[in-house]
Every structure is written in C-alpha cells, then in structure tokens.
C-alpha cells in the first residue's frame, strides 16, 4: 500500500474518531475530551515519516496560475504516464492535436537517486495542511487541481533539492519544445468581466523577410537574444524579467509586422491588449496576471489610449484642486481601481502585478511618439525605442526579394533615386510589388500556381508599376512643399540614429 493510501488511512480514522470525541456526552471528562481532540492529529502527524508537497494549478495570488504546476504535468505525464492506470485525452493547446495526460485522482511513482515519489493528482478532496492530513469533509467544486508529492523524511534533502528541480525543469522543456502552436490572445467582455479568448498564432513574419534598416535589425537581434538568456541576470539584479520596447514610426511601416517577426524568432505567444475595452485597472491587473510567461504583450496605437487617458486626467482636474495632476496620477495610492489610469499601465509595463519573473516583453507602438506621457516612455519601461521608417532602399531590396524574388533589376537604379527622397511605406511598396494574378473561384492549385508563376513579364510590370506611383507621389510632394514636417510627412531619419538603447 503506497505511503498516502496508509496515512490516509490513519487520518481518517483519526479525524472520525476526533469527530466522536467532540461530539461525547458531557459526563465524559472534559479535559480529556479536550486532549484527544487536540492532540489526536497532531500526534498522528508526529508518527507520519511521509512528507507531503503539494503543487495547485493556482498560486497564492488570486486569478494567477501557477506555472509549476503545468512543468509538473508536463514532466509526470512524460515520465510515469505508462504506469498510470487513468488517462486523460484532450485536444492540446493548439485546439487540433490531442494531448495525453494523467486524469484526476490518479497515482504514479517516480524513482530518483535512491528516494521513491509518490505523486497524486486530485482535482478535488482532502485537503491537507502542514500539520498531517486533515480532511475537508465539502470539498467545493471551484478548489483548484492538485499535483501531491509525498515522499519519506529520510529523502527529504534529495527531493527537495534536486529532485524537484530537475522534474520542473524537464517539464518546462517539455513544454517549451512540445512544438505546440503558439497562440495569438485578444482580450474582449462577453458579460462584464474582461477575458482573454484565443486563436492559433501563424504569422509568417520573420527578420529575414522584415524590410528595415540591416544595422538596426542585428541590434534588435542581440537585445532579444540577450533578454532570453537573461534569467540569472535578471534575478541577480533583483528586476522582473521583462523588457519593454516602444516601436514608433508612420502606418504601414511593420510596426505589427515586427511583432509577430519577434514573437516567431522567440517562439512566444502574443496578447494583442485592447485597453479601451478594459473598464478597470483591476481589470488591467486581472488580465496581465493571466497572462504567462514567454509571452509579448503589444498595445497598439498607445497614443490613443494615452489621449483617453489624459482625457480621463483632465476631467478630474477641472473637479479637483491639486495642481500637480500627472504626480497625482502616478501615485499608487490614488488607484481605487475604478477605472484604467496612467498609474495603472505603468504598475502594468513595471511588471510590478508580477511577482515571479517569468519571461514576458511589453510592445507599445504608435504613429505619435510626440504625444505620449514621457512617464509611459522613459528607460527602463520602455528598454529600446524603435523607429520603423519609411521604405528606403535597402528596404526595398529586401521587399523586392521577398514578392519578385529578383535581387537586380534595370529600374532599380531608378527606384533608389526616387526612394530616396519619395516617402513611401513599406505596406504600398509590397502593396505593389504583390503579383495579380486573376485567380477564379473554382481554380484548382494547379491553375492558380500557373496564373500566379513569377515571370519576368510580371516582374517588369510590378516594378514599372512602383516607378509610376513613386513619380506621381514626388510630383504631389512638390506640389504641396510648403506641408510643414510631421512625424508622417518627415523625410527619412538618419539610419544610424534609428535605434534607441
Ligand atoms: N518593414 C516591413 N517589412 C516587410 N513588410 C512590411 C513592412 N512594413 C509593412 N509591411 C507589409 O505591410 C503590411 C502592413 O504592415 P503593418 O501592419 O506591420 O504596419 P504597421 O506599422 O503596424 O501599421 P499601422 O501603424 O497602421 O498599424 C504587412 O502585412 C506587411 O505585409
């Protein structure tokens, strides 16, 4: 009989007869009452050599789950699924391919370095505290599922020490390479409560194919692969493990584009966070605190969601008498959590709803880097400012390479004299770079790949085509030249100067 099944057991039998004890007639002596009903458990834990440890699928932290607790699954089923005699199938994370698992209130064991664990999944039952078993007779339904691992007191240091964190650390490898499809979350309000829904993230976006200045790119580069192997430095310095990036520039330029370029390079999923749907920063924090780890979190547009904000600031400015607002909003302690706050998003981009440092980037972009809150902005939140800029030769080269699949052609010298002081986003140039090739309804493959088959017919056409709109878009240039300069209008920024660290 395993260690739990006996101590279960002895538990039981010790509660029942505690039950008894409180519930004897009153002739029976009560200080002996009282010393059987007190000390029965406590004595029965005393004689118990099994330590128990358990991992529930939700941490201390209300609405927050706990990672662990899935590493632990993802290792058990992988280890001792083939002792288990109930097994649970479900489709996977991707919604397509199946996943086995241990079911409920199900038992294996593991071997490790000499100790034997027992590991028990419940989603309900007993539950236990420090001091030995003692039994919830009620078990709700909403108690949260339970991994418990017991193990005798003489392992104690090995299990604890290594066992513990070899198996969290195999299951976070399982799950990091379980090729599971990365998911794309929105956040929306069926009732009126905001909640993450989501879709299987398959953006083809990669840097190879992202049009943008090659210096600026390699620097991206280094910043996520140093960010991914920061863990230890990260947890050194005592900061979350996150890191912010503000990517600014016209539409149309791959802001969205460069998101998804990330997301597939560091095999993260994506929370595309729509803040004006958000009515509360205990909303804010409710959502942030479900997301998980190895995850980007993108708020497009911030400059609308800023202006709202400020909005919001103003209007309580003209019903309260402080003068200095923006401190105002900032302070912590003005935050009833009523509504979503600048002081809010920023607790929200400082990480500081997130205890445990897993790994999570936070993506503002906007087309007004003018009008944010220097606040929102400022280093250390947002870690990198990036300016995605107008289509510019070598960007186009990239383009070119990616719709045409030429990387020479007769017009390109004309292209790059025109590009270079045409503004012209990299969404039209691929806008017209993209082969039209009259498809049907009811074309087969076939006849599409047919229609569609690059030939350097289509290629003349496509680039002639870009030369046409680059004149007409310089002859409207000159024609409005009196056009003060603006963030969408602004001639192209000095390449070197793109990147801010
Ligand atoms: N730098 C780029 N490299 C490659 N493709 C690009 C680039 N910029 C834009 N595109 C193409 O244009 C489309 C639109 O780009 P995207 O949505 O990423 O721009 P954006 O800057 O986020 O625009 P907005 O500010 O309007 O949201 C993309 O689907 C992509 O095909």
Known sequence: MAPMDKWVGVGTAMTVFTLLCSRMPDRIHGEARHFITKWAPIIAAYFNPYIQLSISEQSDEQFRRNELFDHISAYLTDACARDARKLKMALGKDGKIPEITLDDNVKVTDDYEGARIWWYASNKGPSYRSRGPVFNLFPTESEPRVFRAVFHKRHRDVVLTKYMPFALDKGHGIIANRGRKRRLYTNHRPGNKSTWSHVPFEHPATFDKLAMDPVQKEELINDLDEFTGGKKYYSDVGKAWKRGYLLYGPPGTGKSTLVS??????????????????????????????????????????????VDLARSRKKRASSSSSSDLLSAELDPSKDDGSKVTLSGLLSFVDGLWSASGSERIIVFTTNHVDTLDPALIRRGRMDMHIRMSYCRFGAFKVLANNYLQV????????????LHHTDISPADVAHTLMRKCNKRKRDTDEVIAAKCNKTKTDTDTCLAGLVETLKKKAKKRESTTTAPANEDTAPAFHEGSAIEI
């Open 261 to 306: 370029a990330m997301a597939n390079k560091l095999n993260y999923d994506v929370y595309d966070l729509d803040l004006t749907s958000i009515k509360s920063n205990a909303e804010l924090r409710k959502l942030f605190l479900e997301t998980k780890g190895k995850s980007i979190i993108m708020i497009e547009d911030i400059d609308a969601i800023e």
């Open 407 to 418: 990387n020479d052609h007769e017009l390109f010298g004309e292209i790059q004299r025109l």
